[in-house]
Structure formats: structure tokens, C-alpha cells
């Protein structure tokens, strides 16, 4: 009986070995001997589904002017990852150094942390590439790239339950090409929320002469009013790059 299994697992080892072989033979130079005994799979040429939106509403007009001076501008951010550059803002605004990825290529914050968890939230500006699954082909991708980025924002901070409210929907120019600008303000009405109890949230799309358009996100928590002005700085500063 030992044997017979010693024979049939050599067996089974030979033939192993040889269909690695055949398999192995196959080179770029000569034909593929098992073409047509495998399916072949090839990816979508955008790599994500295409994505349905039309407009709702009218939009709510050009973006508005935030009395007070805000921060000072202490310089420029180049981001040629996303084609744009920005105001950089002084003291309490900190460049962006860590946390960078595909979706976020440049920024600045501000810790507007209280004493609790309760009262927590970044002032920020983030600036990176639309997300491909937010992409809308047509005439009002970059108003349709704003609202979903927008809408994004909403879906993962806040209750079914919170209250926003317009503040700009418009199209804008910046350096000649075509941009939009979509601006809002989140008010909590639950409990739970773990965050400062409303932000003011601006979303400018630009055309940059690239695939995705970029997408300069400023966010303004309830509790860091005097930071409001600094959304001017920063959409008045927005230039195109190379």
C-alpha cells in the first residue's frame, strides 16, 4: 500500500512539474499556446462608474465677503501636484506637512480644539485633485465637481438632521479659466455630533487645463469666527500653475 501512494504522488509530482513547464514556454516571441482557454479581463478605461447629477435649485450667487481683516499672508503655496497656488496665512495658521495624499496634495490648519472632544475641529484649507468618482463629464462638470465635493463633506460629518443653509453658488474666473464656487454652513442639531457645532464650508473647483479639475476646500468652524476673512485671502489668491 505504501507503495502504491509513494508511485501515485510521484505521479502527481511529474505531472505538476510538466504543465509548469508548458505554461513556461509561452515567450512574447512566439504564440500563446492556451490563447482562447482563459478569459481575458480588462479594466474600464476611467475606473470607476460613471456618476449621475443635475443641478437642483438655483444656485445661491457669487461667494460673499467676510468682514474683518483675518490673518496676515505670509507668502505663497505652490501646488504643482493640483496646478494651484494659494495665500499662505501666518499665526495661528500652520502649513500642511503631514497627512498629504492623492486627495489632499497641499493645506493649512488651525487646532481649534476646546477642552473636550465635544469641541473639535480643524480650520483648514485643503487643496488636491477632484476625486475621480466625483468626476461629472459635460458644461457643468466644475459646478457639479463643487456641489459633490460639498455634499461629500456633509455626508461624513454630519446628522441626517443638520441644518444647512446657501451662502454661494456662482461661476468665477481664476486666471481666465473657468472655476465655481460653492459655499454653505452646517449647523448641528444632534446631540452626538462630535464636532464644533456648525462650519462654514467653502468648495472653489478650478479647470486647470488638466484631466481633473482642482479642489480648494476651506473650512471654518462656528467657534473660530474671527478666521472667517481668511476665505477671502484665500479664494482673491488663486492663481493657475504649470
Known amino acids: 500500500m505504501k507503495t502504491l501512494i509513494a508511485a501515485a504522488a510521484a505521479f502527481v509530482l511529474v505531472a505538476a512539474a510538466a ?5 513556461n514556454r509561452h515567450t512574447d516571441s512566439g504564440p500563446d499556446v492556451f490563447a482562447g482557454a482563459y478569459p481575458l479581463v480588462t479594466a474600464d478605461p476611467t475606473g470607476v462608474p460613471a456618476l449621475s447629477w443635475r443641478p437642483t ?3 445661491a450667487g457669487p461667494l460673499p ?5 483675518g490673518s496676515p499672508v505670509t507668502g505663497t503655496i505652490t501646488d504643482r501636484q493640483s ?4 495665500a499662505l496665512l501666518g499665526s495661528p495658521w500652520k502649513r500642511l ?10 493645506g493649512e490648519e488651525v487646532d481649534s480644539r476646546r477642552k473636550d472632544s465635544k469641541h473639535f475641529w480643524y480650520a483648514a484649507v485643503y487643496v488636491g485633485p477632484l476625486d475621480p468618482k466625483l468626476a461629472v463629464a459635460g458644461s457643468q ?10 455634499k461629500e463633506f456633509v455626508d461624513e460629518l454630519y446628522s441626517d438632521d443638520g441644518r444647512r443653509q446657501e ?5 468665477m474666473t ?6 465655481w464656487v460653492s459655499a454653505f454652513r452646517m449647523t448641528h442639531t444632534a446631540a452626538g455630533d462630535r464636532v464644533e457645532k456648525g462650519q462654514t464650508e467653502v468648495v472653489v473647483a478650478v479647470d486647470t487645463g488638466r484631466r481633473m479639475p482642482a479642489i480648494v476646500e476651506i473650512t471654518i468652524p462656528s467657534n473660530q469666527p474671527n478666521l472667517l476673512p481668511d476665505i477671502n485671502h484665500v479664494v482673491r489668491s488663486l492663481h493657475v500653475v504649470r
Open 65 to 69: 465677503t467676510f468682514r474683518g481683516s
Open 167 to 171: 451662502l454661494a453658488g456662482a461661476a
Open 19 to 23: 504543465t509548469v513547464f508548458l505554461l
Open 141 to 150: 462638470r466644475l459646478r457639479a465637481a463643487a456641489e459633490l465635493t460639498g
Open 97 to 106: 506637512t503631514s497627512r498629504l495624499s492623492s486627495a489632499h496634495t497641499s
Open 57 to 59: 435649485g438655483t444656485p
Open 174 to 179: 481664476v486666471d481666465h479659466r473657468a472655476a
Open 83 to 86: 496646478g494651484i497656488s494659494y
